[in-house]
């Protein structure tokens, strides 16, 4: 049992969760992920660490609420316990000095994103932010992320906020020189960024984020394709050059189970309870 510390909202439908997780606290490093059940019935969801505090046994990671698991998780509040947390899986973020990095997020992705600018600030690189959201009120972590980086750009797709769309993003990769580029944030965002670095060839660093059911290698359900070779993203990854990434496989992977996963929501929502129950 991992009992919830604190809970806060972000934005309209997501949430960042602190539990009490000192095992998997001491090891955690950015980059890696965890997977927690609900309780007894629960499924099993992937969601990357966005902190942790080894003196205080916590972890923290942000979600969204985009279906069944996630908006129960959605209703649980400080004091409740989650049943089980695996982690830290996958591989680490590979920090060091690079020099200048350019470092995208994009939704609820921009929360891990934030440890790892730390991170790679404090290995003494000169950090370029740029985060996306749909619109202006989805837009999370902007003040802490402005605050760790030299520069700091805003995207919006409908322009409510900063940039609309990613289109300045050429004018920046082609005057700017980034030694490297970091994206978290939807397959769009992530396949967009790689499009633009490939050019002038700029290691473009992406975390895929596919399918899993036991994040230890022995399912097969995470496989993506980079560099033409088959990969298991929770052991392999989850961080991959995205210039080698077949992202409109993992498009259509992240959609197989797309109408269980809306009547599991549905369901839910209407007949096994929604957070008023809980209460
Ligand atoms: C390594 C890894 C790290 C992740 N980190 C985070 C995170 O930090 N925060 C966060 O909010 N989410 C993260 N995700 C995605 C998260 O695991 C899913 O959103 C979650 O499993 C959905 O469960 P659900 O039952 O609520 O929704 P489901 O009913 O399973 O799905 C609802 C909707 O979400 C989409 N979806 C489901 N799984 C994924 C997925 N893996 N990627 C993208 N879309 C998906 C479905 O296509 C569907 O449209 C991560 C996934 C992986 C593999
Ligand atoms: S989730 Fe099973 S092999 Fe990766």
């Known amino acids: 049992?991992?009992?919830?510390?604190?809970?806060?909202?972000?934005?309209?439908?997501?949430?960042?969760?602190?539990?009490?997780?000192?095992?998997?606290?001491?090891?955690?490093?950015?980059?890696?992920?965890i997977?927690?059940?609900?309780?007894?019935?629960?499924?099993?969801?992937?969601?990357?660490?966005?902190?942790?505090?080894?003196?205080?046994?916590?972890?923290?990671?942000?979600?969204?609420?985009?279906?069944?698991?996630?908006?129960?998780?959605?209703?649980?509040?400080?004091?409740?316990?989650?049943?089980?947390?695996?982690?830290?899986?996958?591989?680490?973020?590979?920090?060091?000095?690079?020099?200048?990095?350019?470092?995208?997020?994009?939704?609820?992705?921009?929360?891990?994103?934030?440890?790892?600018?730390?991170?790679?600030?404090?290995?003494?690189?000169?950090?370029?932010a740029v985060l996306g959201a749909r619109k202006e009120d989805l837009l999370i972590f902007e003040q802490e992320v402005k605050r760790i980086s030299n520069e700091f750009y805003v995207a919006t797709d409908d322009g409510s906020k900063g940039f609309e769309g990613l289109d300045f993003l050429k004018t920046l990769v082609r005057t700017k020189k980034f030694q490297r580029v970091v994206v978290m944030g939807p397959v769009v965002t992530m396949k967009a960024v790689s499009e633009i670095t490939k050019q002038y060839n700029i290691p473009t660093i992406v975390t895929l984020t596919p399918i899993m059911v036991d994040g230890m290698g022995m399912c097969g359900v995470c496989r993506v394709t980079v560099a033409n070779e088959t990969r298991f993203a929770c052991i392999d990854g989850p961080e991959f050059e995205g210039h080698q990434v077949d992202f409109e496989e993992l498009v259509?992977?992240?959609?197989?189970?797309?109408?269980?996963?809306?009547?599991?929501?549905?369901?839910w929502e209407h007949l096994e309870g929604a957070c008023h129950e809980k209460a």
């Open 1 to 33: 049992m991992h009992k919830i510390i604190a809970t806060k909202e972000l934005a309209p439908k997501i949430k960042l969760f602190q539990v009490h997780a000192p095992n998997i606290a001491a090891k955690a490093k950015p980059g890696q992920f």
């Open 35 to 128: 997977i927690l059940i609900l309780d007894e019935k629960g499924e099993r969801i992937p969601l990357t660490i966005a902190g942790f505090d080894d003196k205080k046994g916590t972890l923290s990671f942000a979600f969204n609420e985009v279906g069944k698991t996630t908006k129960q998780l959605g209703c649980y509040k400080e004091g409740d316990n989650i049943s089980s947390i695996v982690g830290p899986l996958g591989n680490p973020s590979e920090i060091r000095k690079f020099g200048h990095v350019l470092c995208v997020g994009g939704g609820v992705m921009i929360a891990p994103l934030c440890l790892q600018i730390r991170a790679l600030r404090e290995a003494g690189n000169k950090i370029t």
């Open 252 to 267: 259509n992977r992240q959609r197989m189970f797309l109408p269980e996963e809306r009547t599991s929501s549905l369901l």
